[in-house]
């Protein structure tokens, strides 16, 4: 499976009082590590839109476990690859490590979304493209 | 249980590109609302520091699910409680309403965390003492 | 001139890891009440796009001095007014005090927005409505 | 003078409901820039706080002036130096480049300051050592 990695330095102001990561910016980060991913793809965010009729990927869940905290300075990594993809929703996990260890594990459920004027939000779901999927194959 | 109660309006800068709200507020909106039921229970969190020598309950899991999403103007209720209490770790229960319907559930666990120069990263867990729990009863 | 005031409880999120609270988010919460100023005068933001047939009135010039700094757990006010109104832009003032003293003053210059798809950055600004300059001479 | 410069791509969660970045965040880039031209100078901020007996260098006045929006996907280029020192302050200037036009610029007057138990707020300003100044005149 393809799979982005980025390495990204913790700034004074992603850390709390306690000088330690809010870990708020976790999901910021793995937010923009999930467009990075799809960038790589070859489907930058604007493109993807359009081409596609999506208002995004909007998500249903997200999940973080914080195992080692990171502070100001701290040079980490993020790996990010798709682990299921459903008819018309998608599951992304996030590895973020300090060196060789792990510090942060994200889950993400992702929905293909299209405006829908009638439907309770505006929003409604939709089939994933199968030409979208096969380019995250990494064959 | 004690339960804290909060309305909040969402704000123009709470809300992403697709005009919701963008979903790592949701997790900043339920940490103050951690803050807010200890707050309620007689704990405002300087004080809570200084009385037993913690750096903070820092989260090992946080997690929510998305069901409606919301836009800038829309005032949203977040309901919050304390589900479990464990040795020295506790977990957290929040329910943000639009109107009567459940819109995000977000669940937190914590770790009640003192400074150790010697351990990993500095932090160590210790037991929950008794009298902070007993405030939570709502007895 | 129409005032808007509001009180806040600073949060953990907020600060920095000297225990203060982060700069930019003085700058989210002024933008805030900017808002909170245009409700009080009877122009709910999604309102006031539809309309006036505006995407806002965004920035282009924002400033604060920093006197005294917060903490998590401090209330704090902010007032709110207009101090000038262009042709098509107009400045707004913030004084965010703790008790008695002020502790941050914030000035913001906006531009009352179109879209405008010849233009550069698909924008341009339009001369502000005589009823809504009406609605903040609070007589 | 010392210059840094660095790149970044605008982000989903850096814009609001209009789909252009979010102003503060232009703050905290270069809140984040100030740290990194530091950090070229030889001076990173843990070894500068230890090293020096300092709680960082906090702003007394930011100001910016927004010429440009930027939206998602956007690649934008951050020159920062700083334009003056003072005795006990200095200033910082940030330009945020779109290609070769001037999108945003920054201005920060900060002050080098140390914990002062006695005084107002715990903190006070202290001379800026001769040896860190040194450090960024570029020759």
Redesign the interface.
């Known amino acids: 499976m393809l799979t982005n990695r980025r390495t990204l330095t913790v700034?004074?102001?992603d850390?709390?009082?306690?000088?330690?990561v809010?870990?708020?910016?976790y999901?910021?980060w793995f937010?923009?590590a999930t467009?990075a991913l799809f960038r790589l793809a070859g489907f930058?965010?604007?493109a993807l839109m359009k081409t596609f009729g999506i208002?995004?990927y909007?998500?249903?869940?997200?999940?973080?476990?914080?195992?080692?905290?990171s502070?100001?300075?701290d040079s980490v990594d993020i790996e990010t690859t798709i682990s299921r993809w459903g008819r018309s929703s998608f599951d992304v996990q996030h590895r973020l490590l300090r060196g060789e260890e792990l510090a942060v594990e994200g889950f993400e459920t992702r929905v293909w979304t299209v405006r829908a004027p009638g439907a309770?939000?505006g929003?409604k779901s939709q089939a994933i493209p199968a030409e979208v999927i096969e380019r995250f194959s990494g064959s």
């Open positions: 700034e004074w102001g850390c709390d009082a306690a000088g330690i809010y870990f708020p910016r999901f910021e937010d923009a467009a930058e965010k604007h208002v995004g909007p998500l249903v869940d997200a999940r973080a476990r914080f195992i080692l905290s502070t100001f300075g309770s939000g929003l």
